[in-house]
């Protein structure tokens, strides 16, 4: 990409009026889910996402939903996190408070495709950071949530051009970023980071967004960059995809990503690859149901 | 107010009634999967906990734990852990198993293939179906490769060997007389296209189908005939090295890779694992499937 395109980008996403403005709760939100899973101090999670009725209501929506099989919904935030457990609560709250920020009527990408990678992604993110003793796992979880927002940024600044490369993918089968570069000249990465820039999000998640395909760029979050890079694979091959059928042979432990990731974390050397792979399948329902639950029917499977 | 909260535990694994599996399920699990690689998801633990409920029921277990004292105590252990393999991998023998398998097959890996060995005079691609049952994969595979007869393979000759332990599995096989059961994941397209009826309940492959595949007897243990199958393209064993111990299982996957050309592939049954004990297959993902890969000698993997 050259430097007047990256500039045209910036410019674009900088100053067009329909850019979404972060949701206020998110990133406040994310900062006292992500300080310590054990100790959460859930009187503060209740206050921020009482600010914001419609998120509450959905929240308590969602939760209420037979896909959790409780006996009657729960009366209050409070009430859900204690029967739902906070990493489903966690993932219910983020969903929805990222998913108002764009308004359904501008997706050139199903919404609920879109939500169920970056769900999918978030929690292949945390399981692998769960397999290495000192990853951090809520670090890994929300970059796997952000690493593709270019592509909502996409949808509202440059539909049009899009729309076409998300045709252009789904016919040839390939990788999306790989469409884009073909016909747009650059891809999410490179509007991913605009709003991630605008959003101000910590430097760590920003590189994760702009460089989640091409990790040698990565500077000081290679590790990071790496896990997602891997995570976001495995998804695509897992039913967590884009919802079109990649024509693609991943060899994961070939990629220069799980070198990447072996250097900071010597016990992936350990990790059965296989069994993870099974262990991950198990979760894909959930991912499936949960997203169709906040964001209407899902549309067809791929698998 | 500041309460601690421990990670949330997932909960009991439902059975499709909604009733919830004892969690001795999943210790059992976690033993199939250490012994023999075939791994029950959660969500299909119901199917391991059904398994689990017929032994109990011809053993007069009383609970899944007094089962799971019989499945790991001597000297009956290794006998009990084998029926029950049976028990839960009984269902998975219809024709059409795995659709993600047969997609990777002719979208990516074919293609793979073809251009690697275009350069060389005789076109022939060679696949073996190692412990083929009564046929199901091998008649599946051959009229997958007949799809591409007018397109990819135009030209080639297809070549696929199918062997067995059972000779009576054999001439299960070689009839290729398939009922409802087996017939169930296969589309009316395959059914008119590549069977005649037999009667109401039965479908015959057509001869056209039968002349691809050679069935015989073979011992997949036995080191002077394994040493005789070369230049494979394609292999595929499924289920059939659950029951080997770890030695023999070591033993077969390393026949099974010198038996394989360079970029050739290997599979598994779709919920069976090599767990590492080959080093030199790469392991490798395809949409919804995985299979093992002998790097070819221009890829530099090796």
Not at chain 1, 123 to 140: I, Y
Not at chain 2, 244 to 262: E, R
Request: net charge neutral; glycine share 6%; proline share 4%.
């Amino acid at each position: 990409m050259t430097a007047s395109v990256a500039a045209t980008i910036r410019e674009r996403v900088q100053h067009i009026e329909t850019m979404p403005a972060i949701p206020a709760v998110f990133l406040p939100l994310m900062k006292l889910l992500g300080n310590s899973a054990q100790e959460v101090k859930l009187d503060e999670v209740v206050r921020l996402v009482s600010y914001d009725n419609t998120i509450a209501a959905q929240c308590l929506r969602v939760a209420g939903s037979p896909l959790f099989g409780l006996a009657k919904p729960p009366e209050s935030i409070k009430a859900a996190v204690l029967t739902l457990g906070l990493r489903r609560v966690e993932t219910i709250l983020l969903t929805c408070s990222l998913g108002q920020a764009f308004p359904a009527k501008q997706w050139v990408l199903d919404a609920a495709v879109f939500w169920r990678h970056s769900l999918g992604c978030a929690m292949v993110c945390r399981k692998f950071s769960e397999k290495l003793a000192t990853a951090d796992g809520e670090k890994a979880y929300m970059a796997g949530l952000l690493h593709d927002i270019g592509f909502m940024v996409n949808c509202l600044v440059f539909p049009k051009e899009f729309a076409t490369a998300m045709e252009r993918a789904c016919q040839e089968e390939i990788p999306l970023d790989e469409a884009e570069q073909a016909t747009m000249g650059f891809t999410h990465c490179e509007t991913g980071r605009a709003l991630a820039d605008k959003w101000k999000l910590a430097d760590d998640i920003v590189e994760v967004i702009a460089h989640h395909h091409a990790i040698a760029q990565g500077q000081k979050a290679q590790p990071l960059v790496a896990l997602v890079h891997l995570s976001d694979l495995l998804c695509r091959m897992r039913d967590l995809g884009y919802g079109y059928y990649e024509r693609h042979k991943v060899d994961l432990i070939a990629d220069p990503a799980w070198s990447i990731l072996l250097k900071e974390h010597r016990d992936l050397e350990g990790v059965d690859l296989v069994r993870f792979t099974f262990e991950l399948d198990e979760a894909v329902e959930e991912i499936h149901a949960l997203v169709s639950t906040v964001f209407g029917a899902s549309p067809t499977r791929t698998m | 107010m500041t309460i601690v909260i421990q990670p949330a535990t997932p909960p009991l694994a439902p059975t499709k009634s909604g009733e919830t599996v004892d969690p001795v399920y999943r210790q059992i699990r976690d033993l199939v999967y250490k012994v023999s690689g075939i791994y029950k998801a959660e969500e299909k633990l119901y199917l391991l906990a059904d398994g689990c409920g017929r032994r109990m029921k011809q053993l007069g277990a009383r609970n899944p734990r007094e089962y799971w004292d019989q499945l790991t105590a001597q000297p009956g252990r290794d006998g009990e852990l084998r029926q029950l393999l049976n028990e839960i991998t009984i269902g998975e023998t219809c024709l059409f198993r795995s659709q993600p398998q047969l997609d990777a097959l002719r979208k990516v890996i074919l293609p793979e293939i073809v251009a690697e060995k275009t350069k060389q005079i005789t076109k022939t691609l060679r696949i073996w179906s190692a412990g083929c049952s009564t046929g199901e994969e091998s008649y599946t595979l051959a009229m997958n490769m007949l799809e591409e007869n007018e397109r990819l393979l135009k030209g080639w000759t297809v070549e696929i060997l199918a062997t067995d332990l059972n000779d009576r599995s054999i001439e299960t096989a070689k009839a290729g007389i398939y009922g409802d059961y087996a017939l169930r994941s296969t589309t009316d397209y395959f059914k008119r296209k590549y069977f005649s009826t037999v009667d109401e309940k039965r479908l015959e492959v057509r001869p056209d189908v039968k002349k691809l595949i050679t069935f015989s007897r073979l011992n997949l243990q036995d080191d002077s005939k394994m040493l005789f199958m070369k230049g494979m393209d394609l292999v595929f064993c499924c289920n059939v090295l659950i029951y080997f111990d770890g030695a023999s299982k070591t033993k077969v996957i390393n026949h099974f890779f010198s038996n394989l050309n360079f970029g050739g592939y290997f599979f598994l049954g779709t919920s069976e694992s090599l767990m590492k004990l080959n080093d030199q297959f790469h392991l490798v993902h395809f949409p919804g499937t995985i299979a093992y890969w002998k790097p070819s000698l221009k890829s530099g993997k090796l």
